[in-house]
């Protein structure tokens, strides 16, 4: 029961992590309506960005600071260049520009930092933490539970920043109706210009917890594969729905590949959410928490 | 300037000879010029494709939502300009538009949609559900639909949201756009019938594009007639609804042999550039 347990709370603190990756591409689809492609370069370009400032010798409070700047000024650029010509266009093309981004967000981080996988120390073990290991014989990593910890907190934070209503009707109004949504008065560009500003600080936070955890590497941005079967079981344009959706990917994965696994030969962590995620398209299209799908207009 | 309609009350919105483009090469307006007074109902009239949204979408600025430009002529509205101005400010300023085909927030409920024309107000919560009570009392029927999406809502309960939600921004001018838009005869009556009264009771201007000439110019005071992006004519609404040009071409009655329809159109042009 014990080892029940340590599987089941080691992956509910990387379901944790998933959250986080998740919230980043909810934020952007509850302002614009669009799946942003884009949202693991901007991981990828911000733990580099951080590292390749350590490298400079600066500190790790300069670094974090510029960092963070660097990346509000991305997502304000994003909404000036590439966005604002694309009100009132399809989705499709907001959708296609996020992956055209993506691109060029990615090389720009390698022309600017090179492309060598880089380590990235937070001051964090990955140990299991002696004083609950002595008491209840369970092991929980130290930093598996720093990381959740810190998700949290930003989760809980913008979770209480986009819950004032008239934010998020303003929000749930553009991503209905770009056009309709300006007819009323609603600032789309500054609104756009937040969401985007915001986006690029969770993609901070979520580049140095999982860079400090699988190292700053272009496989960073494979990240936002992981957010797709969480945004599809969370439904995706709901915070709440993000937290939960990692809660259950993290867990299940983890208690899939621990007492399924050794049936079929191991790996299915691997495919184990799409599957879980696929099942769920069947039964509920929207999501556990998304906004219900119009089939007629 | 002939554009005059009504010499007795002020000017709220003028626009003055507008040229717009979209896309940097399509000439759409080539010269617009009309006037709204305060407290009026001013039609804007015109077939396919004449340029009465471009018209109203130049106003509102969500023109360059669409690509579009106003390349000559000033727009001014209580004597200021107000065409580099970003639809958020002249929201502000009480210019609000209803687009055509109602453009609700589907996945939002009648009420939410009416709240969302109220993010530009400063107001306290208890300013903007007296508001919502207002636009209850003009829409009884939103009430009953309140919480209903607005997606599943009928054409006439979404054109009623739609002018309901640009209510809530408490415009002194509303710029509707074919209000009467696939809508059953008895229902574009009724939301006639409520513009009238919001004009009167809440002194709300409305500049009204309509391709539905009859109705309208029996709830205007004045109208436009606007063809190939250019106003052919203009005058009281009683006077333009027996003009005999008018009848016979917007209307589709004729009292007349029928003439060429080129021959007007020359004709038209004519005398609007002798005027
Ligand atoms: N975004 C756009 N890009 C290019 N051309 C446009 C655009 N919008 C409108 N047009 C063109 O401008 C002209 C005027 O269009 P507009 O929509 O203003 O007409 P309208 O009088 O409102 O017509 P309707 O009664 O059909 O609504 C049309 O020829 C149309 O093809
Ligand atoms: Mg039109």
Redesign the interface.
């Given at each position: 029961m014990g080892f029940f347990f340590e599987v089941l709370i080691a992956g509910l603190l990387s379901g944790v992590m998933y959250s986080l990756v998740a919230l980043g591409f909810v934020l952007i689809y509850k302002a614009s309506g669009v799946f942003n492609f884009a949202q693991g370069s901007l991981v990828f370009f911000a733990a580099l960005t951080f590292v390749g400032l350590m490298e400079h010798h600066l500190s790790f409070g300069v670094a974090l600071v510029v960092t963070l700047l660097v990346m509000i000024a991305v997502g304000l650029a994003i909404e000036r260049f590439v966005l604002r010509p694309l009100?009132?266009q399809p989705q499709i093309s907001l959708f296609m520009a996020t992956i055209g981004l993506s691109f060029f967000i990615e090389g720009l981080a390698q022309l600017v930092w090179g492309a060598s996988v880089r380590g990235l120390d937070l001051g964090i073990q990955d140990e299991p933490i002696a004083w609950i290991s002595d008491r209840t014989g369970i092991n929980i990593s130290k930093f598996d539970l720093m990381a959740a910890g810190i998700a949290a907190v930003l989760v809980i934070a913008l979770a209480l920043f986009f819950n004032r209503t008239?934010i998020v009707?303003?929000l749930?109004?553009v991503?209905?109706?770009?056009?309709?949504?300006?007819?009323?008065?609603?600032?789309l560009?500054q609104i756009w210009a937040i969401v985007w500003a915001v986006a690029g600080f969770v993609a901070l936070v979520t580049g140095l917890l999982w860079g400090a955890r699988n190292g700053v590497q272009f496989a960073l941005t494979f990240v936002a594969l992981k957010a797709l079967p969480v945004l599809i079981l969370g439904g995706f344009e709901s915070i709440p729905g993000a937290i939960v959706g990692g809660l259950i990917i993290g867990a299940t994965e983890k208690l899939a590949e621990v007492f399924v696994g050794p049936y079929v030969g191991g790996g299915i962590e691997g495919w184990f959410p799409y599957v879980l995620a696929l099942m769920f398209l069947l039964v509920r299209p929207e999501g556990l928490f998304g906004?219900?799908i119009?089939r007629?207009? | 300037m002939s554009a005059q309609p009504d010499p007795g009350r002020q000017v709220a919105l003028s626009v003055n000879n507008i040229e717009v483009i979209y896309d940097h090469v399509i000439l759409v307006l080539r010269g617009v010029s009309l006037e709204v007074p305060d407290g009026g109902i001013v039609a804007l009239l015109g077939a396919n494709g004449a340029g009465k949204t471009t018209t109203l979408k130049a106003i509102s600025n969500l023109l360059h939502a669409e690509r579009g430009e106003v390349t000559k002529g000033a727009i001014e509205f209580r004597g200021q300009r107000v065409d580099r101005l970003t639809p958020n400010d002249l929201v502000r300023r009480g210019v609000c538009q209803v687009m055509e085909g109602r453009h609700c927030f589907a996945h939002l409920t009648v009420e939410e949609n009416l709240l969302t024309g109220a993010f530009t107000r400063k107001g306290s919560r208890a300013d903007i559900a007296q508001a919502l009570e207002k636009v209850y009392h003009y829409f009884p029927r939103l009430k009953e639909r309140r919480a209903s999406l607005a997606g599943y809502t009928s054409g006439g309960e979404q054109q009623m949201t739609a002018i309901g939600r640009a209510l809530m921004a408490q415009p002194t001018m509303i710029l509707l756009d074919e209000p009467s838009m696939g809508l059953a005869p008895q229902i574009v009556e009724e939301i006639f019938a409520i513009v009238g009264d919001l004009n009167a009771r809440e002194r709300v201007s409305f500049l009204l594009a309509e391709q539905n000439t009859m109705v309208a110019l029996r709830h205007a005071n004045y109208g436009y007639i606007l063809e190939n992006g250019r106003v052919v004519m203009d005058g009281q609404a009683s006077d333009l609804a027996n003009n005999e040009d008018v009848k016979e071409f917007y209307l589709g009655l004729s009292t007349a042999g029928r003439r060429s329809f080129r021959d007007v159109k020359h004709y038209r042009r004519r005398k609007r550039w002798l005027a």
């Open positions: 009100v009132n008239r009707r303003a749930r109004a991503a209905d109706d770009h056009q309709a949504a300006l007819a009323v008065g609603i600032p560009q906004e219900k119009i007629r207009i | -």
